[in-house]
């Protein structure tokens, strides 16, 4: 009997490891792809073409083209890079220009709401055309603002392909005026309550929310956070909305476990939970690198984006207490410019406990996971967060603020966890510095017990936080879109 024809998943996103990456939607969209397959899913993913990404790329095939996307020329390429399946959007009137994805110099560049409407367009007209190698998508899954548009351009179009919009951060919406609606081709008519307008303003993000076919965000935790004021940013009511018809599921994100393995990671020495002789040597290497003292606390890294939703300001207020008890702390970040001065007067103040590196520096990210005995992540909100999982899979013990996906992926060492061997790091409620303060504190009083701290350790590494969970709920949910194949 010949097997089922696999599924065909859009996968439509603004950056995808390891081509360009700014955060964990990288990670997110590069990895999912190989997790679907083997559940009889296949992926192409849509990104735009930036410099960085061409110069990643090999050969390519013309597959879609339009005389005018937005103000200019534009054709998809396909491509493979790096396992996956890319179709990159060439559009240089929109991509090819210096700087990262979204800005320039630390400014946002000003036609961002027409570049990913651009990004969206192109893929609802690829669901509905199909491409010029014979492929059109089952389903198309949108990620974030930036592929926000997609559902309604869908439904204006009345296409039947389903979609699914995940939200890996409702904090950015892509928000623009409704003087633009004309140049981004949506109708004036939707511009209401209920559709595209959001007080007055078009929203990207609530756009999607409104109109695809079902909504995802990457943790249970802050699926339920999201219908509230103080986690919804204003779309708390749309969310509220779809959660009542039984629309909304919160699936938490995994990780390449191919890509984050400390036994195999080519930018660290290996160990494992098995063998966690090589973690000591990767520890000692780090405190080189950083040129830090051996501290008799713990070692701790931070790896972030510096901003007030990562709490950076939280652990500038608590990490002199830490220090003071012996810890030390390497941070690998960037940000806001106040953050990453305070951060440099802070290493400044305790040189021997304390090395900054601004910037973005992803095997460097690696060497700092192996070498860590805590990662800290006091983040006031945290959709999932991927650095408290990677600080798990390297025995470093995540120190994290109970939200989000933080809250549902970190089990706390209380008393009784300690005794069940079920502690997997550190967790608190009061977000505020005495909160992450109390916490370093019990951190440092667990470290004082090498056995103890060797337990948690141990159960840390040994926690499964691959995709396969996760990515048979992505695949039930596409199936129960789809239908049965025809
Ligand atoms: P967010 O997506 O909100 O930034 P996540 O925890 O979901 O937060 O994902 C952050 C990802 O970006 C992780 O893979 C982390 O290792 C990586 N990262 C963040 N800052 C840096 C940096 N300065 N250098 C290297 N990697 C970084």
Known sequence: MASPRKRRVLSVASECAPLLKTGGLADVVGALPAALKPLGW???????????VISRIGRTRRVWHTDDLFGGPATVRR????????????????????????SVDGHDHADNHLRFAALSWAAARIAVEGTGDGWRPDLVHAHDWQAGLVPSY?????????SVMTVHNIAFQGIFGPDQLDSVRLPSWDFVPDALEYHGLVSSLKAG?????????????YAEELATPEFGFGLEGVIAARRDRGELHGIVNGIDDAVWDPAADPHTLPFSA??????????DALLAEFGLAAPSGPLAVVVTRLTHQKGVD??????????????AVAVLGSGESGYENALGDLAARFPSAVGVRIGYDEPLSHRMYAGADLVLVPSRFEPCGLTQLYGLRYGALPLVASTGGLRDTV???????????????????????????????????????????????????????????????YASLFAELVGPLR
């Open 209 to 221: 929310l409104v109109h695809a076919s079902r909504v995802t965000t990457v943790s249970r935790t």
């Open 79 to 102: 491509c493979t890079a790096d396992g996956l399946h890319l179709m990159v959007l060439d559009a240089p009137h929109l991509f090819d220009r210096p700087g990262g994805p979204y």
């Open 314 to 327: 939280l652990l500038l207020e608590a990490l002199p207490g830490f220090i003071e008890a012996g810890g």
């Open 154 to 162: 869908l439904k204006y179009a009345g296409s039947p392909v389903p």
């Open 42 to 52: 296949k992926s192409r993913v849509l990104m735009p073409a930036y410099p960085a």
């Open 411 to 473: 089990a706390d060492a209380t008393a009784e966890r300690l005794a069940a061997d079920t502690a997997t790091g550190f967790a608190f409620a009061d977000i505020g510095a005495a909160g992450l303060a109390d916490a370093l504190a019990r951190a440092v009083s667990l470290y004082a017990d090498a056995a103890a701290w060797q337990r948690v350790r141990n159960r840390a590494m040994r926690t499964d936080s691959s995709w396969s969970a996760s990515a048979q709920a």
């Open 274 to 283: 098995d063998e966690p002789a090589g973690k000591r040597a990767a520890r």
